[in-house]
């Protein structure tokens, strides 16, 4: 199948963007009643996506998905499907980054169409994104971010185009190169913006997801990978014909982790996961923590670890002090009604015999002892008394004649 010409390409063009005109004018009423059920949280909105989470106790307020602004750094195979996934789900704001076109190659990813081919990424993403969730606000920026100017642009993005007009909630990185992992990492490493690493192998049969807190997790710099560390060009792994991470399958799963980890750190439900993995051949999923390290290349980064420092340093001072505060000494018996001592091993124990009401209070004999067992107590008293006077040789004669 040969590819279409320019010409025809811009005829299919003028064709698709008709359609989409008609189809908007004769759906203009039926969207502003969907727009209207959207903004009002009601079992029969079609745009609650999370509503089930809510009902089963997992999220308190999923309709705060819709204050939220994130950032997807490249569509193709993984990026294509997060957008789509973070779409369905409801977020406020999405914000896409890329410089590339769709092309007939691209079709084996689960979001584009064969009559997109030659439009920007970008914009295709945002034409059929708008069509599945009209309340999603969407900015499509087609450039490069590597490049000296477009990357302070993109950093001015980061920083300043969320719904608030500041910095975005969150960054989501799925490029397929070195060079623009390390821009990602720059910029949220200077802004101090928490981001998410994700990329498939260049068999198509594996894949990862990385959350980075600048400086309190490893960021990209922090570990490059092995062929970069090496001085080795990634571009010579490159084989012509060859597609990286071409499997939906893969880049579908990946996505899945991807836009899940997501949500939970945004509407804070679970536990983000600071790495994990997946090996479609082995049914392999690893996970891991990584810290950052001390001697990273980043400026920005060791920055952030030193204040990430101390911010722990204080959290625990103010732990140790709270704990002192609520220390109080504690009575064990705070009532005694029977006065009862307790006594270290060795040491004497109080004498209960003397007849001391205050010593002895509470104390006293079951049964009053007779008169003739008080006498045969004072015989034997006696008797053991005139034996202790006796001395030892003469009982030792006596015990021989018996």
Same mark, same amino acid.
């Given at each position: 199948?040969?590819?279409?010409?320019?010409?025809?390409?811009?005829?299919?063009?003028?064709?698709?963007?008709?359609?989409?005109?008609?189809?908007?004018?004769?759906?203009?009423?039926?969207?502003?009643?969907?727009?209207?059920?959207?903004?009002?949280?009601?079992?029969?909105?079609?745009?609650?996506? %999370?509503?089930?989470?809510?009902?089963?106790?997992?999220?308190?307020?999923?309709?705060?998905?819709?204050?939220?602004?994130?950032?997807?750094?490249?569509?193709?195979?993984?990026?294509?499907?997060?957008?789509?996934?973070?779409?369905?789900?409801?977020?406020?704001?999405?914000? %896409?980054?890329?410089?590339?076109?769709?092309?007939?190659?691209?079709?084996?990813?689960?979001?584009?169409?064969?009559?997109?081919?030659?439009?920007?990424?970008?914009?295709?993403?945002? %034409?059929?994104?708008?069509?599945?969730?009209?309340?999603?606000?969407?900015?499509?920026?087609?450039?490069?971010?590597?490049?000296?100017?477009?990357?302070?642009?993109?950093?001015?993005?980061?920083?300043?185009?969320?719904?608030?007009?500041?910095?975005?909630?969150?960054?989501?990185? !799925?490029?397929?190169?070195?060079?623009?992992?390390?821009?990602?990492?720059?910029?949220?490493?200077?802004?101090?913006?928490?981001?998410?690493?994700?990329?498939?192998?260049?068999?198509?049969?594996?894949?990862?997801?990385?959350?980075?807190?600048?400086?309190?997790?490893? !960021?990209?710099?922090?570990?490059?990978?092995?062929?970069?560390?090496?001085?080795?060009?990634?571009?010579?792994?490159?084989?012509?014909?060859?597609?990286?991470?071409?499997?939906?399958?893969?880049?579908?799963?990946?996505?899945?982790?991807?836009?899940?980890?997501?949500?939970?750190?945004?509407?804070?439900?679970?536990?983000?996961?600071?790495?994990?993995?997946?090996?479609?051949? %082995?049914?392999?999923?690893?996970?891991?923590?990584?810290?950052?390290?001390?001697?990273?290349?980043?400026?920005?980064?060791?920055?952030?670890?030193?204040?990430?420092?101390?911010?722990?340093?204080?959290?625990?001072?103010?732990?140790?002090?709270?704990?002192?505060?609520?220390?109080?000494?504690?009575?064990?018996?705070?009532?005694?009604?029977?006065?009862?001592?307790?006594?270290?091993?060795?040491?004497?124990?109080?004498?209960?015999?003397?007849?001391?009401?205050?010593?002895?209070?509470?104390?006293?004999?079951?049964?009053?002892?007779?008169?003739?067992?008080?006498?045969?107590?004072?015989?034997?008293?006696?008797?053991?008394?005139?034996?202790?006077?006796?001395?030892?040789?003469?009982?030792?004669?006596?015990?021989?004649?018996?």
């Amino acid at each position: 199948m040969s590819e279409p010409t320019i010409s025809e390409l811009k005829e299919q063009i003028r064709k698709y963007e008709l359609q989409l005109e008609q189809e908007k004018l004769k759906n203009m009423k039926q969207r502003e009643k969907i727009t209207k059920m959207s903004a009002e949280v009601v079992d029969s909105n079609p745009y609650s996506r %999370l509503m089930a989470l809510k009902r089963m106790g997992i999220v308190e307020n999923y309709e705060n998905i819709r204050n939220f602004t994130v950032a997807v750094v490249g569509v193709g195979g993984v990026g294509s499907v997060t957008a789509e996934m973070l779409t369905r789900c409801g977020i406020g704001k999405l914000i %896409l980054f890329d410089y590339d076109k769709v092309e007939l190659a691209n079709m084996n990813r689960l979001f584009y169409q064969p009559h997109q081919a030659g439009l920007s990424k970008v914009e295709a993403a945002k %034409l059929t994104l708008q069509h599945i969730n009209p309340d999603v606000e969407i900015e499509a920026y087609n450039y490069n971010i590597t490049t000296v100017d477009n990357f302070d642009h993109f950093m001015n993005v980061l920083s300043t185009r969320s719904l608030s007009n500041g910095p975005i909630e969150l960054t989501l990185c !799925c490029v397929d190169n070195f060079e623009a992992r390390m821009a990602v990492n720059r910029a949220c490493n200077e802004l101090n913006l928490n981001w998410f690493e994700s990329g498939v192998s260049e068999n198509a049969v594996s894949g990862h997801i990385q959350f980075i807190k600048p400086g309190e997790t490893s !960021c990209f710099e922090c570990a490059p990978p092995l062929i970069v560390a090496s001085n080795i060009d990634e571009k010579t792994l490159k084989r012509d014909g060859v597609c990286a991470a071409s499997l939906p399958t893969t880049m579908g799963i990946v996505a899945g982790f991807l836009v899940q980890n997501a949500l939970k750190y945004l509407l804070n439900f679970g536990q983000v996961t600071k790495y994990l993995g997946y090996n479609a051949l %082995l049914d392999y999923f690893p996970t891991m923590s990584l810290k950052p390290n001390e001697t990273c290349s980043d400026p920005f980064c060791v920055k952030r670890q030193q204040e990430f420092k101390l911010r722990e340093e204080q959290r625990l001072r103010e732990q140790v002090d709270v704990v002192e505060e609520e220390k109080v000494e504690e009575v064990l018996h705070p009532d005694n009604e029977f006065q009862i001592e307790l006594c270290d091993e060795g040491e004497d124990l109080p004498d209960l015999t003397k007849n001391d009401k205050n010593k002895n209070t509470g104390v006293k004999h079951a049964f009053p002892a007779s008169v003739e067992n008080q006498a045969n107590e004072h015989d034997a008293s006696n008797e053991a008394n005139e034996m202790s006077s006796i001395p030892l040789e003469d009982l030792m004669s006596k015990l021989k004649n018996l």
